[in-house]
């Protein structure tokens, strides 16, 4: 015989115990059901794929994060986001699916990051986009906020803030102000604000040599208060002239009455001049949405509109608006915190136990729970006591015990026990049924 | 700007069109909930493990097929099943969860196969086991084929046979026998009967060095013919006096005791003497399932008892019982034999169609639709003509269309038309969701 293998699981990849796999499973059902509510279309793309497909647009440090392999011939890696499988899938499948082209995704993605807690290797992305076949209109940019509300209100929470921005703006801005060489560094930096506070992004911009009277512009700008409404006024205001950064405040006029109409509650949205969103990719409404609670979680649900899905692949223009949860970290986030106590934490909600060997009655009674569809296990441990039986239930979280032994046999009746209660009573298998199906 | 990269999906791993990854998604949901019924519990367990762990039990076949690689020090491999990763869970985790334990596990395994039409790299397993600490009653072996039956029977079948046979008949016989040392290939032979015919296995056996009289024996007990009943009748009067024959004669009558307890119909089981399953795995119980009307795709879920789950990773033993369907294999097969025509096709139940640039009803009238938990979606593309508008909806087979223009938002109603029979009626909002709940 070999010798022992020892067990494990690999650093960075989450492996949870089945009560905490039921209250990340019921996260994916609320999300899934969320995304179908809105007439999302579900595709599952492989999670290898060919890595020159996978880094057609990468650099940097998705390169060095990405699993890559060889298998023969081929050259593989394994999908390091969602977003790419969907600008293949897009191209690939053009001509045979409908635009404006609504998908959900729900699977795991592979990062080799350095581990660090709460950082997964593994982890699951819950992604919505709506592509269009050349233009998108901006409706589509206030109903993806309208599907975070729904999600995070389901999830269980309120006090949540979507902050919204739009990449026009700051581009105008940049372009007006002739640092358009500069934006991406500068928009680096603005990004670090809520960290490192607003004299510290001052230096920094300063460092990258641009003068005091543009940095004070800047500063004006992403300085500005108010509500959502307030600040579309002062952007006006400004008196900037150029084109973009006109555009840009239309479309945010656009989406916010668009959102209003989609019954996103004004408490939990707000016009967030500085949000960016990473540097190239997007160009026009950008989401980050926090927990207020709990912002040191960061954005839990971030994205924004693209002009150009799959430039990498055709020449043919997708615009698209998307978010992405990060589920796997937000779950793990959500459990350290010890907010994650709600919810079905069992699969059956009834446990029978026989009382003897005579099992008979059990079945009988377990076909017909399953078939009025209550999930229902029996426990065969037979020569357990009664005591170790009844633990085993409690262990599981098993919300009912239905106990079944001679005199239950001999008066065709069962005893149900609520484990919440302790509270115990003889009734016919029909009234268990029904009382079941009541809760 | 970079070249193109031309877009395509490796060969062997399945990507559907949305139409089709609905009916998929269908069969997942039908088999977990299934699964749930019966009280299992989810798990998730990486994708990625240390190769170690993956191959402690491997050898041939599967050693050439995983894909394994190296990421920074790490030799690292994809799971190749989903019974693997479950042996080194419980051996971790044999502390923190509670036995009887019923997990299921739903997810992708990689074998790199030669591509060939119906082969996979990529596929998904759906698996439930139960595990014993030490110990499992022979009454979770009966409650396997009933989860079979309901599986099958509610993913739309009717004529399917759940075969069955116990491993210990065949074992107990070849010791009988004294051909203990030949059993392996004297199984694997038995095994091509149905492929082969009975000629040819008498042949290969004969090849192997085993005398007629005993081929004769051999033959004899695979050609007992009969109902379940009558089979195990006619195993008796064998008169084979082997211990672990005997043991295996009266764990098939429990078993079909207890599967006609669990409503198993007599026309959907089987008791085939022929099947064996691997060679050295499993213990006792074996089960294969044929589609009758499509014999042609093998055994669509197979699995059965073993004694040992763990035993490359721990001293310690764990008896479990389990099965296996692979769903992507059958998926691909039962869309190509064109019997994929049931069920949801659309993941929205309505398409709102705005006439002119006046959404707001619209949205006002989707936000009531959605709050009712009716999937819904708005059709965006003003610019698009009437009918084109109209065909979309058709292309995604949306069962109803709202019509919503001037007149509709004068009087306040909705032009509801019921795309399958082409039925249009002014209706309320709130007649609208009645209409669609009922449905």
Redesign the interface.
């Known amino acids: 015989m070999?010798n022992?293998?020892?067990?494990?699981?690999?650093t960075g990849?989450?492996?949870?115990?089945?009560e905490k796999?039921?209250l990340?499973?019921n996260m994916v059902d609320i999300i899934r059901s969320t995304y179908?509510?809105?007439?999302?279309?579900?595709?599952?793309?492989?999670?290898?794929?060919?890595a020159?497909?996978l880094l057609?647009k990468a650099g940097g440090e998705t390169e060095k994060q990405i699993?890559r392999?060889?298998?023969?011939e081929?050259d593989?890696a394994?999908r390091f986001d969602l977003t790419v499988p969907l600008?293949?899938?897009v191209?690939?499948?053009q001509n045979?699916?409908?635009?404006?082209f609504?998908?959900y995704q729900i699977g795991?993605v592979?990062r080799?990051e350095r581990p660090q807690k709460g950082r997964f290797?593994?982890f699951y992305q819950c992604d919505i986009d709506i592509i269009?076949d050349g233009?998108?209109?901006i409706?589509?940019d206030a109903?993806i906020p309208s599907i975070i509300y729904?999600v995070f209100s389901r999830l269980g929470f309120s006090n949540f803030t979507i902050h919204f921005n739009n990449r026009k703006i700051l581009n105008g801005l940049f372009e007006e102000l002739e640092l358009k060489s500069k934006t991406t560094d500068i928009l680096r930096i603005i990004d670090k604000i809520e960290k490192i506070g607003k004299e510290a992004v001052i230096n920094e911009i300063e460092k990258i040599g641009v003068d005091k009277e543009k940095i004070e512009k800047i500063i004006d700008f992403i300085s500005i208060t108010g509500n959502t409404d307030e600040k579309i006024e002062k952007l006006k205001y400004l008196n900037i002239s150029n084109e973009e950064f006109n555009i840009g405040i239309n479309e945010l006029e656009d989406l916010v009455n668009?959102m209003r109409?989609?019954?996103v509650p004004d408490e939990n949205f707000e016009l967030d001049l500085t949000i960016a969103r990473g540097l190239d990719y997007y160009t026009g409404t950008v989401y980050e949405t926090f927990l207020n609670e709990y912002k040191q979680l960061g954005s839990v649900c971030s994205g924004g509109r693209y002009d150009n899905l799959?430039?990498?692949?055709?020449?043919k223009k997708f615009p698209g608006v998307g978010i992405s949860i990060g589920l796997t970290r937000l779950f793990y986030q959500l459990n350290e915190l010890g907010i994650l106590t709600d919810g079905d934490k069992s699969?059956?909600k009834v446990?029978i136990l026989p009382m003897d060997d005579n099992?008979?009655m059990c079945?009988?009674v377990a076909?017909t729970l399953?078939e009025n569809?209550?999930?229902?296990?029996?426990y065969?441990?037979?020569n357990k006591k009664i005591k170790a039986k009844f633990k085993?239930a409690d262990?599981?979280n098993i919300p009912y015990v239905i106990v079944i032994g001679e005199d239950e046999i001999k008066n065709n009746t069962v005893t149900l026990k609520n484990m919440e209660t302790g509270e115990q009573e003889s009734l016919s298998v029909q009234d268990v049924v029904l009382k079941i199906k009541k809760t």
């Not at 990849?13 to 089945?18: D, I, K, S």
């Not at 392999?69 to 023969?72: A, L, Q, R, T, V």
């Not at 569809?373 to 029996?378: D, M, R, S």
């Open positions: 070999k022992k293998v020892e067990p494990k699981t690999l990849f989450m492996e949870l115990l089945p796999q039921i990340f499973n179908e509510k809105f007439g999302f279309l579900p595709i599952d793309t492989p999670i290898i794929e060919s020159e497909i057609a699993y392999f060889e298998k023969g081929n593989l394994l600008a293949k899938y191209s690939i499948n045979n699916i409908t635009f404006p609504r998908r795991k592979y080799g290797r593994e269009g233009e998108l209109n409706i589509n109903e729904n668009y109409l989609f019954n799959a430039e990498f692949y055709t020449d699969i059956a446990l099992i008979e079945i009988k076909n399953r569809g209550i999930n229902t296990e029996i065969t441990n037979n085993y262990k599981l």
